[in-house]
């Protein structure tokens, strides 16, 4: 039997923060390691310019978010490792996808919904204001990602199934039309895995500027979490871990041992500063080697550069001739053929 094929992609805007890498760099990094299954991640940039047409913005978050996975231990001897715009035949998929994907279906995806929700309540008179085309149909682009690689297994957010079902259904179109060319993906949400919260309580979230971000020099680190908003019980007052964005976070990077002493500091009336103070130490520890790894790659990208390189001749293996079948599948090509 073959492996089964992960594939997941990391939009390139923003520094990566805790959320994300409990999310998902921490998975990603233990499957990289995993001989038992194939693995495919990639920086989405084209997916980036979606929402910001910031040049210098999109290149520092690239850098940011490749050095964040390499740092952390990307196995990219096993896993393929690329940026989507390395790869040529990915936007020339997505057009064929374009002509086969219906309209409306794009029309249900949340985050064009979303955008004209938003221009409804803000009264506006043309519910599509500001919304360009590559909103619009952004998660043909996200299906050509996936079925480019032939992956069945879509490590994603809640928020992302939608998406991978939308691929699913036009991967099944263009079968229909074209013949059996393209593997449909399936969605994999880990329940297991948390989703943090970030400085004000809420998700942790580049869209809510409440992030902590992973590789803040220590003392930056340290005044972000004394942020984290808390209750206000006094130090002996008994509190409750559960909801609590401190033990959340602690969680998150604990054993079960750990997790359990701290419940019992709660339950002791452990104060906030002192629970901040542990929280800031503990991570610290763990994200001090990885740290150090980032900033060496960051004061080095060329050494990025060649390892994304690397990973694009792997994943054009792939890609070339998936594109060569559906060219000449679609009647496009040879003449004389
Ligand atoms: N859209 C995804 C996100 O914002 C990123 C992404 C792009 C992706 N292409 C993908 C995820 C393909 C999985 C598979 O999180």
New binding site residues.
């Given amino acids: 039997m073959s492996k089964p094929r992960y594939?997941?992609?990391?939009?390139t805007t923003g520094t990566p923060h805790l959320g994300n890498y409990v999310g998902?760099i921490r998975p990603a990094v233990a499957s990289s390691q995993e001989q038992s299954i194939d693995s495919f991640y990639?920086l989405?940039d084209y997916?980036s310019l979606i929402k910001s047409y910031d040049a210098s913005a999109l290149k520092q978050s690239s850098k940011e978010i490749a050095a964040t996975w390499l740092a952390f231990g990307l196995n990219t001897d096993n896993a393929v490792f690329y940026r989507?715009s390395d790869i040529p035949e990915i936007p020339e998929l997505t057009w064929m996808l374009t002509c086969v994907a219906a309209k409306g279906l794009m029309n249900r995806a949340h985050a064009y919904k979303a955008a004209v929700a938003d221009n409804e309540e803000h009264g506006e008179r043309d519910a599509d204001k500001g919304i360009t085309m590559g909103l619009f149909s952004?998660p043909i682009?996200?299906a050509a990602?996936?079925l480019m690689f032939k992956?069945n297994k879509?490590?994603?957010?809640r928020?992302?199934i939608q998406?991978?079902e939308m691929a699913r259904d036009i991967a099944a179109r263009f079968n229909h039309h074209f013949g059996e060319h393209l593997v449909l993906p399936e969605a994999v949400v880990d329940d297991n895995v948390a989703v943090l919260n970030g400085l004000d309580g809420r998700k942790m979230s580049k869209s809510y500027n409440n992030t902590i971000p992973l590789f803040e020099p220590p003392k930056r680190l340290r005044k972000l979490i004394m942020k984290i908003k808390t209750n206000s019980l006094e130090p002996g007052e008994p509190k409750q871990p559960d909801g609590c964005t401190l033990f959340q976070i602690f969680r998150a990077f604990a054993t079960a041992e750990q997790t359990e002493a701290v419940r019992q500091l709660y339950a002791d009336g452990i104060a906030w500063g002192e629970m901040k103070q542990m929280l800031f130490e503990h991570l610290d520890g763990i994200l001090s080697e990885p740290r150090e790894r980032y900033e060496e790659l960051m004061a080095k990208p060329e050494i990025m550069e060649d390892i994304l390189l690397a990973g694009a001749e792997r994943a054009r293996q792939y890609s070339v001739p998936l594109m060569q079948d559906l060219r000449s599948a679609i009647g496009l090509g040879d003449l004389a053929k």
Avoid: N, R, S
């Avoid at 594939?7 to 939009?11: A, D, F, K, N, V």
């Fill in positions: 594939l997941t992609g990391i939009t998902a990639f989405a997916h989507q952004y682009l996200m990602d996936i992956a879509i490590p994603v957010g928020d992302q998406h991978v």
